[in-house]
């Protein structure tokens, strides 16, 4: 946590329990903390495209579920990183806790029958999500937070790895993500240990440095495209098992997509 400056925009004072390293209403007065604000904007079009293309599609609705729950991180997030308010911050960390359940409930059912529900693990997974929200609702310690989600990712690694089993087609992909997410966490670390230092270098550059150390911006960017990955992988294998014709196509030479056929 960077140590709270006396700047305030339209938005007021910071009323959050976090404020990061990048210095409050530099580039703007509406939005507090600019590059960790637009930089959500790879969790926010690339999922709703995605969320579409699932329902035209007629993907099962869990997938399309994945997707909507990476666009309300990013919304989330957004917010958030825009007003540096309480409520905000509650908009973007809650949200990481509930899309992580729901990634691994459509995970965990990609190799199981058409139309089928575990319902004791379902109960599981909103019980955790309640349980979460009420104690850190009463224990506003971020580290909470954190730790909880760290715990949830773990598990959706775990299933990423039966899931790779399964369906080798999909490893690349499994790898990136985590590849891709494990980079974003590193630079997490690093913004968060090094704040000062990179506060220091950024006042004492004679150039625009733009957001090329703001590393909490990178983070965002590292593991949204992992999740956006994520939603992929867990999509794909779940075809594979359907026999539904399916294969990872790339635009531009570039960004991954799913393109998906018409079931045998």
């Not at 997030?77 to 990634?103: K, N, R």
Request: charge should be positive; include cysteine.
């Amino acid at each position: 946590m960077a140590p709270r400056l006396d700047v305030s925009g339209i938005w007021g004072p910071v009323t959050s329990t976090l404020d990061w390293c990048e210095e409050n209403y530099v580039v703007t007065p509406y939005i507090a903390e600019f590059w960790n604000t637009v930089s959500n904007v790879i969790m926010i079009f690339p999922p709703l495209v995605c969320a579409i293309y699932y329902w035209r599609k007629g993907v099962e609705l869990r997938h399309v579920l994945t997707s909507l729950s990476l666009l309300a991180v990013g919304l989330g997030s957004w917010m958030f990183h825009m007003t540096l308010w309480y409520e905000m911050q509650l908009l973007d960390e809650l949200p990481m806790i509930y899309g992580t359940c729901v990634f691994l409930y459509s995970l965990h059912h990609h190799d199981k029958p058409r139309k089928s529900r575990n319902l004791v693990y379902l109960v599981a997974l909103c019980f955790c999500s309640v349980a979460v929200t009420v104690i850190y609702l009463m224990w506003k310690n971020p580290v909470f937070h954190q730790v909880c989600y760290a715990l949830l990712v773990a598990a959706l690694v775990y299933e990423a790895i039966v899931a790779f089993r399964n369906y080798p087609a999909i490893q690349p992909l499994v790898l990136m993500s985590v590849g891709f997410y494990a980079f974003g966490f590193f630079l997490w670390n690093v913004d968060n240990i090094f704040c000062s230092h990179l506060r220091k270098f950024r006042n004492k550059s004679h150039f625009d440095t733009g957001m090329v150390f703001q590393l909490h911006a990178w983070w965002h960017i590292f593991t949204g495209f992992a999740t956006y990955l994520h939603v992929l992988f867990s999509c794909h294998a779940r075809l594979l098992h359907l026999r539904t014709h399916c294969s990872i196509k790339r635009l531009g030479g570039f960004w991954p997509y799913l393109e998906i056929g018409k079931t045998p």
